[in-house]
């Protein structure tokens, strides 16, 4: 990675705003909900299930956008692609990512679509249930994608939750040939099972063949290989040829790269109120401190210190000074 | 007032959504935006404001749509009139006061100016200070009221910041008049010294012949009869024929009622984030507890306990439970 190049870090992702509401674990039974889970939802029961939540707070999200946006709070040059409608949630998500120091200038959609929300139930256990309404997230295709941003970029991440709708997948898909052909390292995230139940095809060849970089939790790489044993997806993954950070919550991350496997303890949290953005805190912090030319341990436990945050409080983007909480952990 | 009511408390204020953003002093000091204040401000404005301020949060607000929120958590039976337009933040603000439990059906406005919004900035003391622009909110006018719900209610609360635009003013002395024949209590609060600077004549005629019970700090009640000795307010409040609840921050609150005065002390706040939204909760605590049958110093302490709630997090709407707040410490 060249600090020659305009962005650190260049994210292609749904470009979302969290609706987060608080209620109680019967409310999601109700409705036959899995506690925990994300999943997409259409207009209608978009509407009829913000018809029932109680009242919410609104804060951007969309996964790799929360990613950068930590990596930006870090210090990272980053810059993020995705697509919003021309609406009120759309400026919002704008005016909070820019106000983040992230680049994003991807033309809002007209006339379609609104902007995607995530209706966010977070349960008294701090746990997030999350339904995606992707709205006009699905409308990012091809001709979005400035060719000569990624080329100027040192890491392309790609967010599997993106890899669901067509255009953008291939939109993602043109984004890889060009990292590839100008030396940009890439990047992806699993995201959920749900995504890595949907495309474990075409996730395995990205490990294989065109991915630098992988983050997932336990869940997402047992998933990945149809593997109930960790350590026989570890295997799988430390055979791959990329990098691999696995995320385990409270008990830290492990890397495993080059043969070698580095575990990382996770950081104590006085209080969980929210866990949406765990992840997405955690990849951003770790590809700063890649960025930074940090050890790949160093790497996990910023990573881990940026999840640590955003968990003690609603909605997935960093409140308190991420690189004051790495300096007194990390110096 | 009496139970056989829809309504206990029966609202008309700004319906407008909180865009909230952490600041350093400075941020204010450079733009002259006085540290604490309510300011009215225009379209442009609020895009240039919102353009320098960092990453916010949207929660929905107005003073008393706040109010008759915390109400209904403490279990009055609460309506609210105001104006929002047909857009995305209309829609999070009629959800949102919905799903509190508040009956809320005044039409949306279309075509117009778009739903009304206040950008607040919090500074790390946790005090906000507060640029609305009303938007939508100018629009609600005589037209809008349905005086059965006026007639059919316990109290109807009015909200001073509401007095400022011509056609609201309309409605709301209109509905003064229906709640008169009707029996009514009419409640007022004062909003803000630029409020009472702007409209003391009429402020001071309401106290006199229209309003049962009204709410200020100490330097709106200063304001309204221009000095800067508070017994000298006093004095002159006592002689008005309401009764006057003058919220004094930390301190707690004077209740003058009768000829006689209830000091009230203060609930104790481990950590103040936001102060936004405190003398609306605690006006809503007020009206809930007498409306449940509770003594003056009993209402004033409720009002306290739920302006205590709401300072220990952003956004003026509250996150505990109320109820159970108010059973702990007072039964």
Redesign the interface.
């Known amino acids: 990675m060249s600090s020659s190049r305009r962005f650190d870090i260049l994210a292609m992702g749904n470009a979302i705003v969290d609706v987060i509401?608080?209620e109680t674990p019967d409310f999601l039974a109700r409705r036959g909900i899995p506690h925990g889970c994300m999943r997409l939802i259409d207009a209608d029961e978009a509407d009829s299930l913000?018809?029932a939540?109680?009242?919410?707070?609104?804060?951007?999200g969309g996964s790799a956008a929360n990613s950068v946006?930590g990596a930006a709070a870090l210090g990272a040059r980053t810059g993020f692609v995705g697509r919003v409608a021309a609406?009120?949630?759309g400026q919002?998500f704008t005016?909070?990512?820019r106000?983040?120091g992230v680049d994003f200038t991807t033309a809002p959609a007209t006339g379609g679509r609104?902007?995607g929300r995530c209706l966010i139930v977070v349960t008294p256990d701090g746990e997030r249930t999350m339904n995606t309404y992707l709205g006009a997230c699905q409308e990012l295709d091809s001709g979005d994608l400035d060719a000569a941003m990624v080329a100027d970029a040192g890491i392309l991440y790609l967010e599997g939750y993106l890899w669901d709708p067509p255009a953008p997948r291939a939109a993602m898909r043109s984004a890889i040939a060009v990292a590839r052909a100008a030396g940009t390292k890439v990047a992806f995230t699993l995201s959920d099972v749900f995504c890595v139940d949907g495309h474990r095809g075409d996730f395995r060849e990205l490990l294989d063949a065109h991915v630098d970089l992988v983050f997932g939790n336990e869940n997402e790489v047992k998933a990945l290989y149809q593997t109930d044993d960790l350590g026989v997806a570890m295997a799988r993954l430390a055979a791959a040829a990329c990098t691999t950070v696995i995320t385990r919550s409270e008990k830290g991350a492990v890397v495993i790269a080059g043969g070698a496997i580095h575990e990382v303890p996770g950081q104590t949290v006085a209080r969980v109120v929210d866990t949406t953005g765990a992840g997405d805190l955690f990849a951003g912090g770790f590809m700063a401190a890649m960025v930074a030319g940090r050890p790949l341990p160093e790497c996990a436990a910023v990573g881990c210190i940026a999840a640590a945050e955003v968990i003690s409080h609603f909605?997935a983007?960093p409140?308190a000074d991420l690189k004051a909480l790495v300096a007194a952990r990390l110096g």
Chains 1, 2 share one sequence.
Do not use: K
Not at 53 to 60: N, Q, V
């Open positions: 509401s608080s913000y018809g939540m109680g009242p919410g707070r609104e804060i951007s946006v609406d009120q949630l919002v005016h909070d990512i106000a983040a609104p902007t909605g983007r409140e």
